[in-house]
């Protein structure tokens, strides 16, 4: 089925851990994206990248890494967990860097740091 | 800055038809978009428009003024499942999206 997979679905995690949230697209899509959503705020775009073997930094990008090594996965680090990035993480792709056709998105990683 | 506005919720009546607004204010503009998400699922995409004017697609059908800043989405002949959150997102000029933080739509029997 085309889409978006994202790992874990949900995750606890202690402060000062280490994770990686993982996504895998299998459409072919150029560009791909990490928002996280908090309660009465709109999407936050963390990183984002145009194409495979580029990244780039969005609006939140602190205490977070990204890596593209191929065109299907873009996993996102969090080097260090802090009670702050708790939060729904969502992935999302689109066919190029400007957003053609839309985006689509993964079903999320709800990641609660304590 | 860049910001989006549009209302915390709105309720309306299976059958019924309803319009959510939406302001933006970006550097530079590139589209709009909408997107629904139910309560704990992802957002999925629903319209873009580009060019001022009404696009329509089925129940649904949105709206741009480009020289006001403005889009809706109207949905007509409203049934439950219609119930959920409704994201506006512009575009800027550097292709990023400036997400609203979503119209909680409640349909009432």
């Known amino acids: 089925i085309a889409g978006i997979t994202q790992a874990p679905t949900s995750q606890i995690l202690a402060a000062g851990r280490r994770m990686t949230l993982r996504c895998t697209q299998d459409m072919r899509h150029n560009a791909m994206y990490w928002y996280r959503q908090d309660l009465g705020l709109g999407l936050r775009l963390i990183h984002y990248?145009?194409?495979?073997?580029?990244?780039g930094k969005g609006e939140v990008p602190d205490g977070y890494s990204v890596s593209r090594a191929n065109t299907d996965d873009f996993p996102l680090t969090l080097a260090s967990a802090v009670p702050s990035q708790t939060s729904v993480y969502f992935c999302?792709?689109?066919?190029?860097?400007?957003?053609?056709?839309?985006?689509?998105f993964g079903s999320g990683t709800r990641l609660t740091v304590v | 800055g860049q910001n989006i506005d549009q209302p915390t919720e709105m309720t309306a009546t299976e059958g019924a038809i309803v319009q959510i607004n939406c302001t933006y204010q970006t550097s530079g503009f590139n589209g709009l978009f909408w997107y629904q998400q139910h309560a704990g699922e992802a957002p999925t995409f629903l319209s873009y428009?580009?060019l001022d004017g009404l696009e329509e697609k089925g129940r649904f059908s949105s709206f741009l003024s480009r020289s006001k800043g403005y889009s809706y989405l109207l949905l007509k002949e409203l049934q439950m499942k219609d119930s959920a959150s409704y994201l506006c997102?512009?575009?800027?000029?550097?292709?990023?999206?400036?997400w609203g933080a979503g119209t909680k739509l409640i349909i009432k029997p």
């Open positions: 428009n580009v």
């Open positions: 990248s145009n194409t495979a073997g580029t990244t």
């Open positions: 999302a792709s689109s066919i190029d860097g400007q957003g053609a056709g839309g985006y689509t």
């Open positions: 997102a512009a575009m800027d000029s550097n292709y990023q999206l400036i």
